[in-house]
């Protein structure tokens, strides 16, 4: 990241090559469509490159910032197309099944994804996808009541009880770091 | 408030302020507990943590063709600052791009810098290169890394690259020979952050080469790499 504040050519460079799978692959898990895909990568890396100064390590991982960047973007880029995104249940399966992943890539995302993976599985399919559906889709609780065709408690109840599931599977084991998000470089 | 109910009952809260499902209204509520509270926002940052997790588990995948190309263009990024790319680039292709440099290299009888387009393979480069080509990926002291190929040949010859080395700077090729002898063969120069690609013939045979090293100025090994058949 110390090139990034710079903005030379060859931090840029360096920059995409390393986060463009990973913004691409969330992209196109989120919308499905190659070419509207590209258009949100494209976006999110030139954003986070171009606010790259402002970056703050203290608050999160890079990854887990230029991600963020990513799903935002991806969900705008839903609701202007008012399409349908792809199901949660495709969603988590993707990233379950998921063997594709370069070294380098392993190393990025080594500390999170053999727990995620684990806790997800651990949760009943109706809370995941309500977890999902808010966490990734940036779906709100009225929202989920309505796609799932549930009254609006339920789908609270199913987002908390999901969410502290995952939490706790996530947790660190006596007050050190969790590792759900962490693990990568800042 | 350390342990009450009212910490208890806001657990829920704060799975969806994690998750950004709160209505205004509700957010702000949250907000008002969190300002007084000295253990809930500890609790809210490990829900971050687990909902940035969901978002990670998106595969990643390989953008279109092109991809790049494009978004350096919007970068203004010219293309030609852009060094290979390592994670697709396969060892054949830095073999056949060595192979074509090394003809440029022996014509002229010294070291070579890497350029496009030129050069036929050299003598013994051609069709048998299984047991004549060691090669080895340059593990960086620091973020540097790269790849080395050694083909023993007459001469014997040998092609590095060098990516992430963080510095631009003139460098020393030194090898090791398998009995313990040190070789310095040459000096080449990285590019702005630490990109460079390098070739030479060799004053030993290519097999009797055990490891390679990168060496900074000041004597500092950015990279290093133990050869392999």
């Known amino acids: 990241m110390a090139g990034m504040a710079h903005g030379d050519d060859a931090s840029a460079v360096a920059f995409v090559r390393r986060y463009q799978r990973r913004v691409f692959g969330l992209a196109i898990s989120m919308i499905g469509d190659a070419g ?56 988590v399966g993707l990233g379950l099944v998921s063997g594709e992943r370069s070294p380098e890539e392993r190393a990025v995302s080594a500390d999170a994804f053999p727990q995620v993976r684990s806790a997800l599985a651990a949760v009943p399919v109706e809370q995941r996808r309500a977890l999902v559906l808010a966490a990734v889709y940036g779906r709100t609780a009225a929202e989920i009541a309505e796609s799932e065709a549930i009254p609006l408690g339920t789908a609270k109840t199913r987002i908390r009880a999901g969410m502290a599931k995952l939490r706790t599977a996530l947790a660190p084991a006596d007050g050190a770091p969790a590792t759900g998000g962490g693990g990568d470089e800042r | 408030m350390t342990g009450t109910p009212s910490c208890e009952e806001m657990r829920g809260e704060l799975a969806e302020l994690a998750l950004g499902t709160l209505t205004g209204r509700e957010r702000a509520a949250v907000l008002a507990h969190l300002a007084n509270c000295p253990r809930c926002p500890a609790e809210l940052e490990q ?95 620091g973020p540097a890394d790269g790849e080395v190929l050694v083909y023993s040949a007459d001469p014997s010859w040998m092609f590095m690259t060098v990516a992430d080395a963080g510095r631009s700077t003139e460098v020393t090729c030194e090898l090791t020979t398998r009995s313990g002898r040190t070789v310095r063969v040459g000096t080449f120069w990285l590019s702005r952050g630490g990109y460079g690609a390098w070739g030479t013939a060799l004053p030993v045979p290519g097999d009797q080469v055990r490891s390679a090293r990168v060496v900074a100025p000041d004597g500092t090994v950015l990279a290093s790499a133990v050869l392999r058949s």
């Open chain 1, 36 to 91: 509207a895909a590209e258009d949100v990568a494209q976006e999110a890396l030139i954003r986070a490159w171009r606010h790259a100064p402002v970056f703050d390590a203290r608050r999160g991982s890079v990854t887990s910032w230029v991600l963020t960047i990513t799903r935002n973007l991806a969900i705008d880029a839903l609701r202007m197309r008012r399409a349908v995104p792809t199901d949660p249940d495709d969603f």
């Open chain 2, 47 to 141: 829900l971050s943590l687990a909902a940035d997790a969901l978002v990670r588990l998106a595969p990643p995948a390989e953008p279109p063709v092109g991809f790049e190309v494009r978004l350096f263009d919007r970068l203004g990024v010219a293309p030609l600052a852009a060094p290979a790319r390592r994670s697709v680039a396969p060892a054949r292709l830095l073999l056949a791009a060595a192979a074509a440099l090394v003809a440029v290299a022996l014509a002229f009888g010294a070291g070579w810098v890497a350029s496009p387009g030129v050069g036929t393979p050299p003598r013994g480069a051609g069709g048998d290169f299984a047991g004549r080509l060691a090669s080895a990926r340059l593990v960086g002291h």
